[in-house]
């Protein structure tokens, strides 16, 4: 398996992205398709990205005071360039990612769904009128700009979860700083260059600086985290990045959004479609390679079914075709990298240490691609759900665990750190809205017969617990990238006091 250079170089021309020269110090991108080289992109150091807060805070002073609906326009305009390109920026994202080519266009379409909600959110910035205690007074709640936000974001969605960061930040009046990851600095490149090409169709009523790119590891991340000219830090990543960027910027009393892992569950009821529940599984447990957020890693079914559901499931996982995820049969690309497998074999030595039968998960077009790391997804047996059950792997392994009634179903699925995603297949109406309920799954989202993954961005995304409690892209999420003001008018002719409190001079 080897990329042509002429997909690499015609894809990375439409996008206009630029390269560092080999002079400069250089982030070297490669593909995990087979290991190639991409491009190489320019870092920043820290001291560049405090340059890149101080354009951003004049950009912000200017760009808040354009009327929303305005900014809107621009945004509608970056809509434009990402349904021109789609089919380009979706190969770069496959290529530097590893994504299959309908999930690279997907990330793409979900740009352009947030835009599109963002547009139609840049003329419903409402704010409230509230009844005041006080004659002759009116309340109310306006909704400003906020500032500078940063968003940092991982290789798994490499331009679509920076997108819903950018594109209700910029309606709401704010310019961007992005770190993307540094396995996939290219994507970002583009998105700069497309956004760059909508700016010039804009005119002038832009000021300079309202997207940048710092480019590079830890060193621009801390340096956007410290930085208290950063009023909100978006952090898509893993608890540990959470743990080191959250109270980093909790210290300076900044706003963070966090995004981190997650843990999801599917539980599978003996009233459950059994053909649904498989299909569904299938896509969150493998798709991605098991490297979203959203991957479905625990399956939690009841004994009546766990047979039945496990021999579909076993079948689907035989005929899964896994390669090159340019070739639009394949559904199972390739890890990230050599980390990830090493990560993978290690979770799957360690949970055949507490107990596990496991089926699958060996690396797989080793002659083929040995830069690259394919791998079977795996399916492990779990006597009880132990301690590695209880943590993220990022990658496709899907522990199976039994039970017998709903009651001890909730409480497995509840009982580990994170709280991103969850689903619960079953055709029992009170198993259903219990599972909905209060008692029920404690995520961020909660699905009754369809998958962990692939939310839309009509709602909020986002959990608890460890996953940090952000809520991104859509509902009131654009609440994050604005500051609540409170005002109060009078309009008599006396001053009553709050309370009832009386204070006459
Ligand atoms: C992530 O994995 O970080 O719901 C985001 C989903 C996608 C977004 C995942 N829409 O799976």
Redesign the pocket.
């Known amino acids: 398996m080897k990329l042509e250079r002429d997909t690499i170089e015609l894809t990375l021309a439409e996008l206009g992205v630029e390269r560092a020269s080999p002079q400069a110090a250089a982030l070297l991108s490669c593909s995990p398709i087979d290991g190639s080289p991409l491009g190489a992109v320019r870092t920043h150091g820290a001291a560049e990205v405090d340059a890149m807060v101080e354009t951003a805070r004049r950009a912000f002073a200017a760009w808040r005071l354009v009327p929303a609906p305005r900014r809107g326009e621009l945004i509608r305009l970056y809509a434009d360039e990402l349904r021109a390109h789609k089919e380009a920026l979706g190969r770069l994202v496959s290529l530097e990612a590893g994504k299959i080519i309908s999930e690279g266009q997907g990330e793409v379409q979900?740009m352009i769904d947030i835009c599109d909600f963002a547009v139609g959110l840049s003329r419903q910035l409402h704010g409230l009128t509230i009844a005041s205690e006080r004659p002759g007074h009116r309340m109310m709640e306006t909704w400003h700009p906020l500032g500078v936000v940063g968003v940092i974001s991982?290789f798994?969605?490499p331009v679509?979860?920076w997108s819903w960061n950018f594109a209700l930040a910029i309606v709401c009046g704010n310019p961007v700083i992005w770190k993307p990851s540094e396995k996939t600095p290219l994507a970002a490149q583009a998105c700069l260059a497309l956004f760059g090409r909508a700016l010039r169709r804009y005119g002038d009523e832009a000021p300079n600086g309202l997207a940048q790119v710092a480019q590079g590891g830890r060193e621009a991340g801390e340096a956007l985290a410290g930085n208290a000219g950063v009023a909100l830090l978006s952090a898509?990543g893993s608890t540990r990045m959470g743990r080191e960027v959250g109270p980093r910027v909790a210290a300076r009393f900044g706003r963070s959004l966090l995004?981190l892992g997650g843990n999801n569950a599917v539980i599978v009821a003996p009233t459950a479609d059994l053909d649904l529940a498989c299909r569904g599984i299938v896509f969150a447990a493998v798709g991605t390679c098991g490297q979203?957020?959203?991957t479905t890693r625990r399956l939690i079914v009841h004994a009546d079914v766990r047979e039945t559901l496990l021999a579909r499931l076993r079948q689907a996982y035989a005929n899964l075709p896994i390669g090159n995820p340019l070739d639009p049969a394949t559904l199972v690309g390739p890890l990230i990298d050599a980390a990830a497998f090493d990560a993978m074999q290690a979770t799957l030595r360690e949970a055949v240490a507490q107990g596990a039968a496991v089926h699958g998960g060996g690396r797989v077009l080793q002659r083929q691609a040995p830069d690259a790391y394919y791998v079977e997804p795996a399916i492990a047996m779990m006597p009880a759900q132990t301690d590695v059950v209880r943590r993220e792997a990022f990658a496709p392994i899907l522990y199976v665990l039994t039970y017998r009634d709903y009651d001890e179903a909730i409480a497995l699925h509840n009982d580990v750190p994170h709280g991103l995603?969850s689903a619960i297949f079953t055709n029992d109406l009170r198993e259903a809205e219990s599972f909905l309920s209060a008692a029920g799954s404690d995520c961020g989202i909660a699905n009754v017969n369809l998958g962990t993954?692939?939310?839309e961005i009509g709602g909020a995304?986002g959990g608890d617990k460890e996953t940090g409690g952000g809520r991104e892209s859509g509902s009131d999420a654009w609440k994050n990238y604005m500051r609540r003001a409170t005002n109060t008018v009078n309009y008599s002719r006396r001053l009553p006091l709050a309370q009832g409190v009386k204070f006459d001079i």
């Open positions: 979900e991982a798994n969605f679509a979860v898509t995004e979203r957020c959203t995603s993954s692939g939310a995304f």
